[in-house]
T-cell receptor, first 112, second 114 residues
Framework: DQQVKQNSPSLSVQEGRISILNCDYT??????FLWYKKYPAEGPTFLIS?????DKNEDGRFTVFLNKSAKHLSLHIVPSQPGDSAVYFC???????????FGGGTRVLVKP | NAGVTQTPKFQVLKTGQSMTLQCAQD?????MYWYRQDPGMGLRLIYY???????DKGEVPNGYNVSRLNKREFSLRLESAAPSQTSVYFC?????????????FGEGSWLTVV
């Protein structure tokens, strides 16, 4: 029973265009949602987060949108760059227990 | 700036063998975690330690044991390895109460059980 799902295992986009990564969750008790980026042979690194009481958070080229009624969040990368090619994990955080629950990941390829 | 260091980086085990993955962090974090990453499954929490002296099961604890040796170190033990435990293992640490942007991961340990 996956509480956090990323239904698109891969995404290919042209450099300079927008990348949109999607994530769905089932538990309405999560306090924060986060996106992590992972390069091969490295550990995941934090990218951006959003509180469950917000609907948008922006940091440079990265924007996360949260739709609580749909239990859905998305990450927009604009403009996409070749260095953005990586696996992106959506994660949900519950303060009680201090734990992160991850989605399955989306592999993004940005073509020059 | 070591951050989270885990060893070994690569290991091949035979079914039934035991081994311990070591993890240490130098950020004075209270909480430490062990995750495994499998294709299409994301990172799944095996065990975690919210603070020194405590450990709790995560999503997939079966076949594993952990020890929070002190505030810095959190080890993961496979008592009798099985092929289903072939995976990439990540140790992580964080401060209690922070929403996850202060969770730092090690570089991973690739384990193959044959």
């Amino acid at each position: 029973d996956q509480q956090v799902k990323q239904n698109s295992p891969s995404l290919s986009v042209q450099e300079g265009r927008i990348s949109i990564l999607n994530c769905d969750y089932t538990n309405s008790m999560f306090d924060y949602f986060l996106w992590y980026k992972k390069y091969p042979a490295e550990g995941p690194t934090f990218l951006i987060s959003i509180s469950s009481i917000k609907d948008k958070n922006e940091d440079g080229r990265f924007t996360v949108f949260l739709n609580k009624s749909a239990k859905h969040l998305s990450l927009h990368i604009v403009p996409s760059q070749p260095g953005d090619s990586a696996v992106y994990f959506c994660a949900a955080f519950k303060a009680a227990g201090n734990k992160l629950t991850f989605g399955g990941g989306t592999r993004v390829l940005v073509k020059p | 700036n070591a951050g989270v260091t885990q060893t070994p980086k690569f290991q091949v085990l035979k079914t039934g063998q035991s081994m311990t993955l070591q993890c240490a962090q130098d950020m004075n974090h209270n909480s430490m975690y062990w995750y495994r990453q499998d294709p299409g499954m994301g990172l799944r929490l095996i065990y975690y330690s919210a603070s020194e002296g405590t450990t709790d099961k995560g999503e997939v604890p079966n076949g594993y044991n952990v020890s929070r040796l002190n505030k810095r170190e959190f080890s993961l033990r496979l008592e009798s390895a099985a092929p289903s435990q072939t995976s990439v293992y990540f140790c992580a640490s964080s401060e209690i109460g922070r929403p996850g942007n202060t969770i730092y991961f090690g570089e991973g340990s690739w384990l193959t059980v044959v």
